[in-house]
């Protein structure tokens, strides 16, 4: 069982900032994400688009902001597990908390902090008939490990950022790469349309346009695929199914905990910490809902923040807590680092 002070569900913004907040009030975290990699919508929906509403960046990559924001939180040690989606939150006699993933993780710690955002991500499947039967045997909605592809045929389809991207990757690793695409234009960055198109003239892309998709064909696994093609249908040999139509949020297992839910989002207490109606239990960013709530990543600091005062007067009952400034205080993190303005020099006049 891991040991925290609070857990968090969900690594998007929100959640590695509280990271941080919770960092200067000596609380330690632990974060869980269903995705496999940190960033919430920022990595997964949008990593090269810049952001402009973040207070002192002009400018700012999304996937930048999520590099900077692990690089702040780096000192307070986090502990991550990721590809894993918290399943169930049980409260224990004492007022803390179990949280357990679907693959049997389980995190404990005195305070549960949800920053769920929109819900799981779950990948929208292509209607392909029997498709179930053969995932992951062959069908892979998401690039975990590019080492399984090593020397294997693969075919992705697609024609966003995902596709564009996992095909150069892969056209490096794979046997072969065969990339479908239903129109014969892509809705991706100009730099990896262009890169797709210099690698198909190299031979080291196979590119189907416009072509679906319609069949999959094997016994215990993926063998091959049924490829439609201008009112012609042709079978074409794969090892593996790459479908990568973009993903789709939805609540998940959220829904089930007992709390409080209005409009697809978690009902919180914004005037005091963003607790929700289960003591203990908070809900920051995107996931919650109050008068007058905005789904901005600037707002996510902010509930980050308030949540990370609550939990502290939780664990220390009656301890007055006095604000610091991390200008005046400096930053003490947990691997013994120290960052502090430098001090002022007094100089007398002679
Ligand atoms: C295209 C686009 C552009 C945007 N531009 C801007 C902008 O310019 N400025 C701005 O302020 N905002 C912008 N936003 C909104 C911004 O991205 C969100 O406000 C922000 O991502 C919310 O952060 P979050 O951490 O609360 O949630 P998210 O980023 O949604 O992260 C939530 C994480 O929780 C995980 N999760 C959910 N349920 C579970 C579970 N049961 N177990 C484990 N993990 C779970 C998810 O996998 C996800 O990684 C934009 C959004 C989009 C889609």
Redesign the pocket.
């Known amino acids: 069982m891991i040991q925290t002070d609070i857990v968090i ?7 590695l900032f509280a990271v941080f907040e919770a960092g200067l009030l000596k609380m330690r975290c632990h974060i ?4 496999p990699q940190p ?4 990595t ?3 990593p090269k ?1 810049p ?4 207070p002192g960046y002009p400018s700012v990559g999304a996937g930048e902001l999520v590099d900077n924001l692990m690089e702040q939180i780096k000192q307070f040690e986090p502990g991550f597990t990721l590809n ?4 169930t939150i049980d409260k224990q006699e004492d007022g803390t908390f179990i949280v357990t993933t679907n693959k049997g993780t389980q995190v404990h710690g005195n305070s549960v902090a949800i ?7 779950e990948p929208r499947k292509p209607v392909i008939e029997e498709i179930e039967n053969f995932e992951e045997k062959g069908v892979e909605y998401f690039v975990k490990n590019p080492e399984l592809f090593r020397d294997k045929k693969i075919v992705i389809a697609g024609g966003g950022d995902s596709a564009l991207d996992w095909s150069i990757f892969l056209a490096d690793i794979a046997e072969s790469v065969t990339l479908v695409h239903r129109r014969n234009e892509f809705r991706g960055a100009l730099d990896s349309v262009d890169k797709v198109i210099e690698l198909k003239n190299l031979g080291k892309i196979n590119l189907i346009t416009p072509a679906e998709i319609v069949g999959i064909k094997g016994q215990d696994k993926v063998e091959g695929l049924v490829i439609e093609k201008e009112g012609e249908t042709f079978d074409i040999d794969t090892d593996y199914f790459i479908p990568l139509f973009g993903l789709s ?1 939805k609540l ?3 829904a089930n905990w007992g709390l409080e839910i209005e409009k697809n989002a978690i009902k919180v207490n914004n005037a005091l910490d963003y607790q929700t109606n289960i003591e203990g239990i908070y809900a ?4 919650n809902t109050y008068p007058g709530k905005l ?4 707002c ?1 600091f902010h509930e980050a923040t308030l949540m990370c005062q609550s939990v502290y007067n939780r664990m220390n009952p009656g301890k007055k807590f006095v604000l610091k400034y991390t200008t005046v205080s400096g930053v003490d993190g947990f691997d013994g680092t120290r960052k502090e303005a430098e001090k002022a020099v007094v100089k007398a006049i002679d």
Not at 39 to 42: H, V
Not at 84 to 87: D, H, I, N, S
Not at 295 to 298: A, C, E, R
């Open positions: 569900i969900g690594a998007g913004p929100t959640g869980i994400d269903a995705l960033g919430g919508q920022l997964e929906l949008y688009k952001i402009f509403d973040i894993e989606q918290a399943t920053a769920g955002g929109l819900g799981s991500f949020p998940g297992p959220i920051i960013g995107d996931v789904k901005l990543i600037l996510g």
